[in-house]
């Protein structure tokens, strides 16, 4: 099932994990509904400014999934809201800054990336349909001393945070 132009419903759901320990990793009607719109309304629109393929490393997580990967059932991800994805070749933070000027978002994590380090890490964007509960909220997440993650925000583009 085509849930854009260039994204399929197989690629949101896919999971090794699912496969390996024999999980249903399918959305139901709504959760579906939420990963069109998001396809369509940030996945896609990714994909046609870089003229890249955007690669989805997480989409749907049911909610068993999520808790066996050590996330949160309560995760975006399992409402079919959230997909964590990368350009290869191009740099994480360019395509998170991208996002954050051009499309409208609930939540925007440049995940893990370094600075000077171009492809590490990668981004996660969630979308809400109801449209006032997009918040439009930038953060970095970063690994702390101890070994937690901390997710601070992003006030202007990742690229400001680390001009010298």
Request: proline share 4%; hydrophobic share 30%.
């Amino acid at each position: 099932m085509k849930l854009s132009k260039n994204f399929s419903l197989a690629e949101l759901v896919k999971s090794q994990t699912a496969e390996r320990m024999g999980l249903n990793n399918s959305p139901n009607e709504d959760q579906t509904e939420n990963l069109r719109l998001l396809c369509e309304r940030v996945l896609q629109p990714v994909r046609d400014h870089f003229d890249d393929v955007v690669t989805i490393s997480s989409g749907f997580r049911d909610p068993i999934l999520s808790r066996k990967i050590g996330s949160s059932d309560k995760s975006q991800h399992c409402r079919g809201q959230a997909a964590d994805f990368e350009i290869f070749g191009t740099p994480n933070n360019e395509v998170a800054d991208w996002i954050k000027e051009n499309l409208m978002f609930d939540q925007l994590i440049l995940e893990y990336w370094t600075p000077g380090e171009p492809n590490s890490g990668w981004v996660h964007c969630s979308y809400n349909k109801d449209i006032n509960l997009n918040r439009k909220e930038y953060l970095m997440a970063i690994k702390n001393e101890s070994g937690k993650t901390d997710y601070k925000p992003v006030l202007g583009l990742s690229t400001d945070r680390y001009a010298k």
